[in-house]
Structures are given as C-alpha cells and as structure tokens.
C-alpha cells in the first residue's frame, strides 16, 4: 500500500507563487509515477503535471508549462509542484496521484493510477 498526503493550498491572488507538497509513504518501487491532478467546479478532473519516480522524467499540461514545476526529493520521498504566475482559472482542488510497480505510459490518465491523496484546495483571486 501506497498512502499520499497532500500540502501547500491556499488563497492567493494573481501572479503568486505556491509550492504544493506530495509526502509519499508505503510500498514504493523504482518502476513508479507520480502525477497531480486537479478538479474545478463544475468540470471535469484534469491532469497537470506528472514525474517518473525515478525522476527521470517530467510532463506538464500545455497551460501550465512554463509557469508549473515539478520535482522531487528523494530522501523524503516528497514530490512538490511548483506553482508561479498562478491565474484565476488554475483554482481547482489539487489532487496527488500515484502508480508505482508498472509504468504508466499515457500519465494523463487518471485511471492508470493507482493511489490517491485527499487533495488541496488552490484558489486563486483576480
């Protein structure tokens, strides 16, 4: 079993920074992804950026590449994401996602993935 805590949401306005945290515990294997994913009201859940486990890796959403980072550390098994020049239309429930012991080649899909957070919510004011 795979646990995933999910950290950093918050109120900002425009063009602020937020770092969101992902502790993974559990049963991890080097074959493993990590996504995050996000949920606005009304719509439906979508994915926005995903890291090999092995760190190998990155993939990013086209509204958020440039502005999204992802990364992780491997002595506390943290993956963050890097959130700067947020917008009103990154507001969403933020959701950490992860596979581990098989590769997930579409990361896009939420399906593939095997464990879940409880989620964080991001709002972001104009």
């Known amino acids: 079993q795979v646990q995933l805590v999910e950290s950093g949401g918050g109120l900002v306005q425009a063009g602020d920074s937020l770092r969101l945290t992902c502790a993974v515990s559990?049963?991890?294997?080097?074959?493993?992804?990590v996504g995050w994913f996000r949920r606005a009201p009304g719509k439906e859940r979508e994915f926005v950026s995903a890291?090999?486990?092995?760190?190998?890796?990155?993939y990013y959403t086209d509204s958020v590449k440039g502005r999204f980072t992802i990364s992780r550390e491997n002595a506390k098994n943290t993956v963050y994401l890097q959130m700067n020049s947020l917008k009103p239309e990154d507001t969403a429930e933020y959701y950490c996602?992860?596979?581990?012991?098989?590769?997930?080649?579409?990361?896009?899909?939420?399906?593939?993935?095997?464990?879940w957070g409880q989620g964080t919510q991001v709002t972001v004011s104009s």
């Open positions: 996602a992860a596979g581990f012991g098989h590769t997930i080649v579409i990361v896009g899909t939420p399906r593939a993935y095997d464990y």
């Open positions: 559990g049963r991890t294997s080097s074959s493993g992804t």
């Open positions: 890291i090999r486990w092995s760190g190998s890796s990155t």
